[in-house]
């Protein structure tokens, strides 16, 4: 694991590949040891079984801790080609030039609508005073002439 940790880039994959070989071929010894450990005698079994218990705890830490170092190094790996790729990318103001003329020409159309209806309003105001004037009239002189 020494060696997976001060390897260079290109290496890296080889020493994880005799990494998991070797960690391949320990489970492989282990799983012999255990088929031996049930042949020992009786007052031996329990200890002997323990020990290749023990053995095989030790391996799976050592394969998580490879899994580990894989995945860390997958995601500095993705973290430096995003990081490449967001430097190289070149930015065009076409697009974006369009788009902003085409939200100015909505919002023109927009500024016109709300100039139409505010002046629609103002000319509605007067309808409105004017309409109130002549139902004032029309009353004073229907209350004049009927009484």
Known sequence: MGRLETADKQSVHLVENEI???IDQ???HLERLEILSSKEPPNKRQ???LRVDQL???VQHLQTALRNFQHRRYAR???ERQREELLSRTFTTNGTQKKILDIANVLGLSNTVMRLIEKRA???KY???GGILLTCVVM???VQYLT
């Open 47 to 49: 200890n002997a079984k």
């Open 122 to 124: 103002f000319q509605d």
């Open 140 to 142: 004073f002189l229907v």
């Open 20 to 22: 998991q070989a070797s």
């Open 56 to 58: 095989k705890y030790d």
């Open 127 to 129: 309808f409105m005073i």
């Open 77 to 79: 790996e993705q973290q």
């Open 26 to 28: 320990i489970f492989s």
